[in-house]
């Protein structure tokens, strides 16, 4: 490690950043000047989200379509409370297995659930067994809206330095 620095960001990590850096053999560490607004512009540019679940134990190809509808406005709710604007961009994914299995596969819920688990399935673990049946375990949608910045500042407002700040910590 000390040949690498140790970047810091967020509110405390600066803090305790040369503690850490020290104890574990760092020479350096690097603190960008706007170390505690980084974790605030994450939020800000990370699309607000909104999920909701239900667990089903069914059969994959039974219909769903009320659980479906029910979850979607459940999750779009919750983002629009939490006050998101505009349409929220919605994905369906499935949780899925062959009957008996004790472990599931997150697929897409659009078409053919037992078609997509089957491909899915051979691409995960190299076959696919199309005379098992296909459990749905668990509805899952999400919703997700627009971010409040589109993206990053283009420029930053800081105090302007000619030379460039360091001290031996």
């Not at 690498?4 to 600066?14: N, R």
């Amino acid at each position: 490690p000390v040949v690498v620095a140790l970047g810091e960001c967020g509110g405390a990590g600066p803090l305790h950043a040369g503690a850490l850096a020290r104890d574990v053999g760092m020479g350096a560490g690097i603190v960008p000047r706007a170390a505690g607004g980084l974790s605030a512009l994450g939020l800000l540019l990370a699309p607000p989200r909104a999920e909701a679940s239900r667990t089903l134990m069914t059969a994959a190809d039974d219909d769903a379509g009320d659980v479906w509808s029910a979850l979607t406005d459940a999750a779009t709710e919750q983002l629009l409370t939490h006050g998101a604007v505009g349409d929220p961009t919605v994905h369906r994914i499935a949780e899925c297995r062959y009957a008996g299995q004790s472990h599931e596969l997150r697929i897409d819920a659009g078409g053919d659930l037992s078609a997509r688990f089957h491909e899915a399935h051979e691409q995960a673990y190299g076959y696919q067994m199309p005379d098992e049946q296909v459990q749905l375990v668990t509805a899952r949608v999400v919703a997700e809206g627009r971010p409040v910045l589109p993206a990053p500042p283009g420029e930053w407002e800081h105090e302007h330095r000619d030379e460039t700040t360091r001290r031996i910590v």
